[in-house]
């Protein structure tokens, strides 16, 4: 009786680059959709960032003017008066009429003889801030007039360098637990016998990537609408260029992160040992975020911020907003941070090609990078 045939294992087919790099990246973008908890985290995210542009609106929303009656005679003190809309009328007695009606706060009319030129008329109480600005003051003529209220420079901060973190710190951990994971279970010498290394770091950085550019595309409807809803449409013109920038600067800026997080968790076997390889990233991240959440009013940190390349994301959108920032500032710090995602790029494959196979104890940096 012969002995029986063992079954034949075919070998891996070759693949191309380009078609392995897109079947790495299809595989991320559908194991994070059909993730629960990752769907879960995206839509609570989505409902944070419309809750806080509606409160940001309706906090920093101007309130609705008070109409104040005036005749020719007084008309034009309120000529220019912030917060006040002036209503003609004929003459005291039509504006007593309006003042009881409710029609108008108060109401401004000619003087009886008694040594005012005006006399300002009201029921219970005479709004505070129109006696104050009627009242004799010296002018006032500001050299560095703010462009921006500050509450809203802060709130946009806020805005990018929330959103920039979250997709930074949740990608970027789960690019290195994917890594490892593989390790653990062997999944990458299967396949590392179909693609090479450089292949694979190329898929699994372009697949959170397009997960991640698809979450900031979801924050920024949100962010129109919500702006929208809230009647902030002068607010909604600055921001556009502003988004269109940081969009931009959010791309590159997490490919370089993407890159080195996937470096770093080559280096390790094992789950808990993520994090002493990955925390430096991590400081990486949060310190430029809150540099930037600190120093926004500050011009001479937020220009040198919008330069360095992990808070050129936040740093430099947020000085186009507020109008610091001259039209070739945004390509020069872009150019700044296309060049160290490339070297980004050369270092993590170096690292993550030379540490993906070996298994056991943390690969120390200088052999990751020796090979």
Request: charged share 15%; net charge neutral.
């Amino acid at each position: 009786m012969s002995a029986p045939t063992p079954p034949v294992v075919a070998a891996p087919s070759a693949t191309s680059p380009a078609a392995g790099v897109w079947l790495v990246a299809e595989r991320e973008i559908s194991s994070k959709l059909r993730s629960k908890a990752f769907m879960i985290s995206t839509g609570i995210l989505l409902l944070i960032a419309l809750a806080g542009v509606l409160i940001g609106g309706f906090t920093t929303k101007s309130p609705a003017p008070d109409k104040i009656a005036v005749t020719a005679e007084t008309a034009s003190l309120v000529q220019n008066l912030p917060g006040y809309t002036p209503t003609d009328v004929a003459d005291r007695s039509a504006a007593e009429k309006l003042v009881r009606d409710g029609d108008v706060k108060a109401a401004i009319v000619p003087g009886q003889g008694d040594g005012f030129d005006f006399v300002v008329l009201a029921m219970e109480d005479a709004p505070s801030g129109l006696v104050s600005a009627l009242s004799k003051a010296p002018k006032v003529e500001l050299l560095s007039p703010p462009t921006t209220n500050p509450l809203l420079r802060y709130l946009v901060a806020i805005g990018f360098g929330i959103v920039f973190l979250m997709a930074a710190s949740t990608f970027g951990g789960t690019i290195a637990q994917s890594v490892v994971e593989e390790k653990q279970t062997r999944v990458v010498e299967l396949l590392l016998s179909a693609i090479s290394p450089r292949t694979l770091l190329a898929g699994k950085v372009l697949g959170n990537t397009v997960l991640a550019m698809a979450q900031i595309v979801a924050l920024v409807a949100i962010a129109m609408v919500g702006l929208t809803v809230t009647g902030q449409t002068t607010v909604l013109e600055g921001l556009g260029g502003p988004i269109i920038w940081f969009a931009v600067f959010f791309l590159f800026g997490f490919v370089l992160l993407a890159a080195l997080y996937s470096a770093a968790a080559a280096m390790v076997s094992r789950q808990e040992d993520i994090g002493s390889t990955t925390t430096p990233l991590v400081f990486l991240v949060m310190l430029p975020y809150f540099l930037v959440i600190f120093f926004n009013d500050n011009p001479v940190v937020m220009t040198i911020l919008s330069y360095v390349p992990f808070s050129a994301p936040v740093g430099m959108p947020v000085r186009l907003f507020v109008g610091e920032a001259q039209w070739w500032e945004p390509l020069v710090s872009l150019v700044i941070l296309l060049v160290s995602c490339v070297g980004a790029i050369l270092i993590g494959a170096k690292i993550y090609e030379n540490s993906l196979l070996r298994m056991g104890a943390r690969v120390k940096l200088s052999e990751a990078l020796k090979g």
